[in-house]
Nanobody
């Protein structure tokens, strides 16, 4: 029943900005931690940013100061605003949900490509 659908990916030049959205259904968002992960070709999937139901955030060191994660439970959406993008940010970005710390779900992913 839980479904996560990402949108907003695309091609952007280095130094540019891009905003990602993830629409969630089938879960009680107030009890759900949300996050964004990414996977570059040939690399392991890594955490980019997470946000708890109470609004506490964590960021990977590589994106701290450039990316901002936020959520709107009324809209059932989690966002990732990406600024000052670098070529190394190129990856498939996945939305993640963790219900009660035990039930984990993934979106299908959206491609972000940073290139001149």
């Amino acid at each position: 029943q839980v479904e996560l659908v990402e949108s907003g990916g695309g091609l952007v030049q280095p130094g540019g900005s891009l905003g990602l959205s993830c629409a969630a259904s089938g879960t009680i968002l107030s009890l759900t931690n949300l996050g964004w992960y990414r996977q570059a070709p040939g690399k392991e999937r890594e955490m980019v940013a997470t946000i708890t139901g109470g609004g506490s955030t964590k960021y990977a060191d590589s994106v701290k100061g450039r990316f901002t994660i936020s959520r709107d439970n009324a809209k059932r959406t989690v966002y990732l605003q990406m600024n000052s993008l670098k070529p190394e940010d190129t990856a498939i970005y996945y939305c993640h949900a963790d219900l009660l710390g035990n039930f984990k779900y993934w979106g299908q992913g959206t491609q972000v490509t940073v290139s001149s």
